[in-house]
């Protein structure tokens, strides 16, 4: 008997000791020390792709801008803020978000039919809505709204098989949850802001980027941005990650103040990079004056324009991440279409002079040329910005001997001098024949001087 008693208490200590010893946890890679090399081979999917789509979708397109009758001014999706609506009024948008006519396959072939190559997605914008079924809120289209159905899940399945990549924005600032505030901050973090990345990173494939913003709230530190940053690279390695998630950024002009600052790329909002860089970087930019849809907003720029804008950035070593803001009922507006519709056209014919190119070390020559270079430094694109008439003439750029220079879309030699004092001229096709309505590229065998 007293052996028994004996025995039975050795193997409950051992159980509680079993139970009470900690299990070490893997220690996590620190990925803010990466090398050069990785890093870049880890970039180069997103340096080649040039053109992603930025989807701002949520509870804000049902009120679509207008709130009491009154139109309110800024971003759609920041109504609830702009126009102080109380967490239950807003609410009451979210039961009715109902987007019967949301077609995934018909999104995401929108997206590649404009030569698109990525589409970042708002999982959450700043109002705190999910789009994917989360396991840590009720507040998510699948457990709120009517409408019940996964969006990101039927994004990514779509974007698999068309062969896009998928990527998230994801807001750090929370206006609907009640401990994303001063006081409970670490509380919201880790036991909600955290497991839901989790989840968008583990549920739908295996996404791009992860586009944070709202993280010039007080509660947000670099230390925490490094943090998180940690966390996501040890549960996806390859992930790219924006600046955002840090707080590094310069204010719009959206580079970081300098290298220490976590992030993979700088985010410039509305605006494109005044020279060009080394860092990477990604402009952001909409169509109208709204991300999110707003009924009243028709100030679109035109497709010669955005056309301008993609050559611009990516001359200067940039991405162009364009943005659409679909309909309550899940509808991408016409306006948008039509104009993406119009750059597909252009990069059908022009997008070897975009897709994988290098910086030249002068990317323009004047405001109407603009250079960029193949991955393998033997064929440089000159971007012909506004048409110059019969002859168009190029100082830095010397050709091969003997080669011949081509307008992309257009299959006839066109003759060419070289003088070292006139630099470089060049007989343009007549206009009538041009293979574009604007910005036309020459490729030319050469080198800069
Ligand atoms: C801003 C806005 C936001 C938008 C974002 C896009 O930070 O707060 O509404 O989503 O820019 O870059």
New binding site residues.
Partial sequence: MKKNLLTLSLISTLIISMISCKQKPTPLTDYTKESKDSYEARMKWWNDARFGM?I?WGVYSVPAGIYNGNEVKG?G??IMNRAKIPIPEYEKFGKEFNPVKFDAAEWVRIAKDAGMKYIVI?SK??DGFGLWNSKVSKYDIVDFSPYRKDVLKMLSDECAKQGITLCF?HSIMDWHHPDANAENWAKYRENYLKPQLKELLTGYGKPGVLWF??EWIKEWTEDQGKDIYNYLRNIQPDLIINNRVGKGRKGMQGMNKDTSFVGDFG?P?QEILSTSSSMAWES?MTMNNT??FKTNDTNWKSSENLIKNLVDIVSKGGNFLL?VGPTSEGLIPAASVERLKEMGKWIKVNGEAIYGVRQLKSYKEGDDLRFTISADGKLINAFIMNWPGKQLNIKQIKPNDGSKIRMTGYDIDLKWNYDVEKGLTIELPDQANLPCKFVWVLKIEGAEI
Wanted: proline share 0%; hydrophobic share 20%.
């Fill in positions: 930025f701002h971003g999706e920041w708002t914008h700043h924005y913003d709202g985010t909002e952001c991300w999110g943005n």
